[in-house]
């Protein structure tokens, strides 16, 4: 039996002022991870070799031109930058960002040739590449062929995906409307059935206002905006539940009783996962073709250089695309074959209703 290939997991470098190749390489220093895939480095061999040696990590990789060429068993760097990378840690730059954009543009490329599988990406510094507001709106915008992209943040024990992303907080609400809370629910359900395998999701939505507004006294988003929304989203069949104010239920720690919280805003998102989540968490972006993680934490550039990065998200961020890949290919087999119905609905003249099975050819005779 001709053995199945492993998965091809495409890594771009991430700024390279920060730990992103310290994450990578302290990864793959453990030969274990080349058996559960094939690694794609999207990056600079002078600047991992940088890194590898001031660092004192010394994983091998192998160089190579084109992402076709990768080998099982090994740490492919794919050489998207020939020429030398001046390394400042702890200092976003020009330069570091710009290698950043080369690396995420050429796996993108990449990913439209089929050369790879699932895509993860390692932290930036989004105010340093022009025009690059996230890695989500922007593979959105690369190729999003018109889908939406939601950003979940996620661990074992706690999901959190946000209405708004990357909006400042004085615009926080004239972003949010009934219909933008409705399409990031069904994203987010969507993705914890098909990606996630959750099989009947049940989704927190949190309120915008301290105390849920108060009956409108601290502000009406409550009653205009998300009850609507979870009125409509429950008329779908969607689990749908709140809202909560955000204080109370991470207080509380509400968010074990359901599979997903879906927050207004950044900090009221994104500040109680990194609370729990900081070293471990993981970047998933539901809603697009591409399967795209990330490690939870960011570039990191105050601890850049000093060795200090621990490298478990980046790993959970390489477990998780793989699962999900799975996921969405089971997910969708399952689908393409359904069984078909045995009844069908029948209206008398009466208008009783009445079941009859379906027969579509007559029985042999015996």
């Given at each position: 039996?001709e ?22 390489l302290k990864?793959?220093a453990?030969?274990a ?5 094939t ?8 600047a991992?070799?940088?890194?590898s ?19 099982e ?10 020429d ?15 290698a ?18 699932v ?10 590449i ?9 593979i ?10 939601l ?8 999901r959190v ?13 004239e ?8 399409e ?11 990606d996630?395998r ?11 206002n301290p ?7 601290l ?6 905006i998300?009850n ?26 509400s ?28 970047r ?9 993680t ?20 980046l ?7 793989i699962?999900?890949w ?5 997910y ?35």
């Amino acid at each position: 039996m001709e053995q199945e290939r492993k998965i091809r997991v495409a890594i771009t470098h991430g700024d390279t002022n920060g730990v992103g190749y310290e994450v990578i390489l302290k990864t793959f220093a453990d030969p274990a991870m080349l058996e559960l895939c094939t690694p794609i480095i999207y990056g600079s061999p002078k600047a991992a070799a940088y890194h590898s040696k001031t660092l004192e990590i010394d994983t091998p990789f192998s160089i190579i031109n084109h992402a076709a060429d990768a080998r099982e068993g090994r740490l492919n760097l794919l050489a998207v930058i020939a020429d030398e990378v001046k390394i400042d840690w702890g200092e976003p730059t020009p330069e570091s960002g710009e290698a950043a954009k080369v690396a995420i543009d050429r796996a993108l490329a990449d990913y439209k040739e089929g050369l790879f599988d699932v895509l993860v990406t390692a932290p930036v510094f989004k105010n340093g590449i022009k025009g690059f507001n996230g890695h989500t709106n922007y593979i959105e915008h690369f190729m999003g062929d018109g889908k939406k992209g939601l950003t979940i943040l996620t661990n074992e024990d706690l999901r959190v995906a946000l209405v708004t992303n990357n909006v400042a907080i004085k615009d926080v609400a004239e972003a949010i409307t009934k219909q933008k809370v409705v399409e990031k629910a069904q994203l987010l359900h969507q993705a914890l059935r098909r990606d996630l395998r959750v099989s009947s999701p049940r989704i927190a939505v949190l309120a915008l206002n301290p105390r849920c507004g108060e009956d409108g006294v601290l502000g009406d988003e409550e009653q205009t905006i998300i009850n609507p929304a979870i009125e409509e989203l429950t008329a779908m069949g969607i689990q749908a539940f709140g809202p909560y104010a955000a204080d109370d239920f991470f207080g509380r720690s509400s968010y074990f009783r359901f599979d997903a919280v879906l927050a207004m805003y950044h900090d009221q998102g994104q500040t109680p996962f990194k609370a729990v989540a900081y070293e471990n968490g993981v970047r998933f972006t539901a809603g697009l073709d591409i399967v795209r993680t990330a490690p939870a934490h960011g570039a990191n550039f105050a601890v850049a250089g000093k060795n200090q990065t621990d490298e478990q998200s980046l790993r959970n961020a390489i477990y998780m695309a793989i699962d999900v890949w799975r996921n969405r290919h089971n997910y969708d087999e399952a689908l393409q074959n359904p069984l078909p119905k045995l009844y069908h609905e029948k209206r008398d003249d009466s208008e009783k209703v009445r079941f009859h099975k379906k027969q579509d050819s007559k029985p042999e005779e015996a």
